[in-house]
């Protein structure tokens, strides 16, 4: 799943995917949602992700990317879409969905 922002930069459009993100978890009732660890925002995740999903079974957590290996996947993926062109034709059959948010 790619989330990308359109309107928006910086903070905002950060906050803007977390709370997506987390909105998509919880209608998949997916188990948890693990983020890379930037100490810079953790806090504000934190803030977000609870307030998205503290009513669901969903948990959440921020992680090295050395503790969790999938998270660089995630980032490959995010790196290649956001490059456009043949970078995400290679990645676009590894998205089986797009929510872009204002």
């Known amino acids: 799943m790619v989330v990308q922002a ?8 950060r906050e803007t995917c977390v709370r997506k993100l987390a909105q998509c978890c919880v209608a998949v009732e997916a ?5 890379d660890l930037d100490e810079s925002v953790v806090g504000k995740d934190r803030r977000w992700l609870y307030e998205e999903l503290h009513k669901s079974e ?3 957590d921020h992680l090295h990317r050395h503790e969790e290996p999938l998270l660089w996947a995630a980032d490959a993926v995010a790196w290649a879409w956001q490059r456009v062109g043949s970078w995400r034709d290679r990645v ?3 998205v089986a969905q797009l929510h872009e948010v204002p």
């Open 92 to 94: 676009r059959p590894m």
């Open 31 to 35: 188990g948890v949602v693990v983020l």
């Open 58 to 60: 969903t948990r959440y």
């Open 6 to 13: 359109t309107g928006r930069r910086g903070l905002q459009q």
